[in-house]
């Protein structure tokens, strides 16, 4: 079940993964007037075209690296997309990890994977590879996600990838060196960016890119929340346990809050402009967090030249107000990415028919965006076409990055830095044991002049 896909195929690339070809190129939009934006985007559009469902086909084989939350959420999404899906191997970093997650995909859909396809430690994720594999679900600590991509793609196995790719210069490389592999050799890749599988999401970018605001000049992601989990230390524990399991609160294990949930968002920016951001200044600060050595705000303005910037600010400080707000600004209008368009002046041009609950017309229903990747993933596999969606995954990643650094040292980090970096975050050695170097605090801001190590 590992064999290449013959590239001569046709191509199903995946409109939702996509989008269209101006978001590949940086064109291919057309700008119109005001009125003629407004009517074609009310009238001139064909109705949303996706797939409610997977195709039927050949059972699939699939294996998840990562038996946490997301992983365990992943496998149970894989499961509703369609029929004749299979989890027949798990790989964890912890024994109780695991065993978790065998109880929970047993209770959420009866799913019973044989003791000698479950595997613990670091080099899990090969012994899950050597099993009989169509996909593998990657969803470990994004740290790990480089090598464990790397190594799916070198056994020919179709991915999925959880958000974000990569939390250091030297990962984003790795990733994009994996990525060019599985398009010469017909690999199915769908990254955990899920907003832009989302139909209410994709109609409105759609009438975007067709002129309805006007040429887009600015765009704002904002996301505010409250603090997030973190785990207090058991005295059994190594700093190596400590940190994976406490993941989510150190920097070189989840890319700190801007990278591994902030994403999203800057993701989307990059979506409706086409483009990378050319340079990154802001800041962040710490003022509640209890654990780890992230920062708990930033604050960071992308310049993508010729005077274009946008936004991006994120929040985990609780008693807070908490919200979103992913606002594309036109010469003509904005639109918020989810679903409604609006002129200057604040007339609504256009807004998502969303339908009732009893509606049974599928045409503007909105699936679960992360049901819906997996659904694109599996009917590409399944129709011998193919989507690959991953280096935009990895340019997000690194416009996620960039912000990062520009918050840790105070400084302007242009993107050609971020390419050509060499930092490399967390420890010399995987393995269970003292973790030198890195101490349960955060940087500070503007102590570090260049973008080397864990502070720069």
């Known amino acids: 079940m590992k064999e290449k896909i013959n590239q001569n195929r046709r191509q199903f690339i995946s409109k939702l993964a996509m989008g269209s070809a101006g978001v590949l190129s940086g064109s291919g939009r057309t700008t119109t007037s005001k009125h003629q934006a407004k009517r074609k985007a009310l009238s001139d559009f064909d109705p949303p075209d996706m797939l409610d469902e997977a195709p039927d086909g050949k059972p699939l084989r699939v294996g998840l690296v990562g038996c946490g939350g997301r992983g365990n959420g992943a496998a149970v999404n894989f499961l509703d997309a369609g029929p004749n899906l299979e989890i027949v191997a798990l790989g964890d970093l912890f024994q109780d990890q695991l065993d978790k997650s065998r109880n929970t995909l047993k209770a959420a859909r009866g799913v019973e994977v044989a003791d000698e396809n479950c595997f613990v430690g670091f080099e899990s994720y090969k012994k899950v590879l050597e099993q009989d594999l169509d996909v593998i679900l990657l969803a470990a600590p994004p740290y790990f996600r480089p090598a464990h991509v790397k190594a799916a793609v070198d056994a020919g196995v179709h ?60 765009a704002k992601a904002i996301r505010n929340g409250g603090a997030l989990w973190w785990i207090e230390r058991k005295p059994e524990w190594s700093d190596m346990e400590y940190m994976i399991r406490n993941w989510g609160n150190f920097t070189w294990l989840s890319g700190d809050h801007i990278v591994e949930q902030h994403i999203h968002h800057l993701d989307l920016i990059n979506w409706h402009v086409g483009k990378n951001p050319v340079k990154a200044f802001g800041y962040g600060g710490r003022q509640q967090r209890r654990s780890g050595d992230q920062y708990d705000y930033f604050s960071i303005v992308y310049d993508y030249g010729k005077g274009f910037t946008a936004l991006g600010s994120t929040r985990q400080i609780s008693g807070t107000d908490s919200g979103r707000r992913e606002i594309i600004v036109g010469t003509e209008g904005y639109a918020h990415c989810r679903g409604s368009i609006y002129s200057h002046d604040g007339e609504l041009l256009w807004e998502y028919p969303y339908p009732d609950d009893d509606d049974s017309d599928p045409t503007w229903r909105v699936n679960d965006p992360f049901v819906q990747e997996h659904i694109e993933l599996i009917a590409a596999i399944r129709t ?64 570090a002049p260049a973008p080397v190590n864990r502070y720069s």
Not at 178 to 184: D, G, L, R, Y
């Open 159 to 218: 991915v999925f990838q959880e958000k974000p790719v990569a939390v250091d210069p030297v990962g984003c490389r790795i990733m994009m060196e994996a990525t060019e592999k599985a398009k010469e050799n017909g690999i199915c890749m769908v990254s955990g960016t899920a907003l832009r599988y989302g139909k209410d999401y994709i109609e409105t970018r759609k009438r975007v890119q067709a002129g309805m605001i006007g040429d887009i000049i600015g």
């Open 384 to 447: 011998g076409g193919y989507i690959n969606d991953s280096e935009l995954q990895v340019n997000s990643t690194r416009m996620a990055i960039m912000g990062r650094m520009a918050a840790y040292t105070g400084r302007d980090i242009t993107w050609d830095e971020i390419l050509t970096s060499d930092m490399r975050l967390g420890p010399e050695e995987e393995e269970f044991g003292p973790v030198p170097n890195i101490p349960e605090e955060p940087p500070v801001f503007g102590s």
